[in-house]
């Protein structure tokens, strides 16, 4: 059983400047959990970073709670939208723009919104508004533009950048899908563990047991050398389609 204290706020509080695998590796979870929960019917709509709790003590485990006053949160939130600080319950910083002006329907793509949030604040330390009122954040939810993640983490793969400001777009039709994000994150964390064995010494030699030195000689001096030959060209060649 999952110990409650064990959420991700806390979890925040004790580790600073999450890695990439690290991330990947709560954020395939919680994606996983979503996307199992939507194929059985069933909308989270109140993701938040108290009911994502992730246990330390089993290799961090993640699990997601609070489904069952997800709806009643949402409707809450919903039916009480007035002009005051007072008036808005169930304010998060994981709300998305359609449960806040009602424009658009609750569909997965919500949830998508709220897992975009929650993948900025385990990357960056901080949600992605951070407004003190409830009708601040939420209206900065509904019509601002979110920080890129890149200006606060610079040593994120393009991809992994892209798939998080994806899935915080206002309007859910232009959000990706939790598909699409875990195909990203499989991807990021595949060519991490590439990366990681070329730099070993363990993986270059299982590099050349499996393909011969000329593979890791390829790698290492002909790739770069063409990549410095191609920039050359493309210099060279640019002036002469501007005259």
């Not at 991330?23 to 994502?52: D, W």
């Not at 997800?70 to 009480?80: K, Q």
């Not at 070993?200 to 790698?219: D, S, V």
Request: hydrophobic share 40%.
């Amino acid at each position: 059983c999952a110990n409650l204290g064990e959420n991700a706020r806390k979890y925040l509080q004790e580790t600073q400047n999450v890695s990439v695998p690290g991330f990947i590796e709560i954020a395939e979870q919680v994606a996983q959990g979503l996307s199992y929960a939507h194929s059985q019917g069933v909308l989270h709509l109140h993701l938040t970073e108290k009911n994502i709790l992730i246990q330390k003590e089993h290799r961090n485990r993640v699990v997601l709670s609070e489904f069952g006053v997800s709806r009643f949160v949402s409707e809450a939130t919903l039916s009480s939208h007035s002009n005051t600080t007072t008036g808005i319950l169930g304010i998060s910083g994981y709300i998305a723009p359609e449960q806040v002006d009602a424009k658009n329907p609750e569909t997965e793509a919500t949830d998508v919104y709220s897992f975009g949030c929650f993948m900025y604040q385990i990357l960056t330390g901080a949600p992605p508004f951070k407004n003190v009122g409830a009708f601040d954040l939420a209206r900065s939810h509904a019509e601002e533009d979110v920080m890129p993640i890149e200006k606060t983490r610079s040593d994120l793969p393009l991809e992994l950048s892209d798939v998080i400001a994806r899935s915080l777009r206002k309007n859910p039709k232009d959000r990706c899908s939790l598909k699409e994000t875990l195909m990203v994150l499989e991807k990021v964390k595949n060519d991490l563990l590439i990366e990681e064995a070329f730099q070993t010494n363990e993986g270059q030699a299982l590099i050349k047991e499996k393909f011969g030195e000329k593979i890791l000689w390829k790698w290492w001096l002909i790739l770069p050398t063409l990549a410095l030959i191609l920039t050359i060209v493309t210099l060279l060649v640019i002036p002469l389609f501007k005259k």
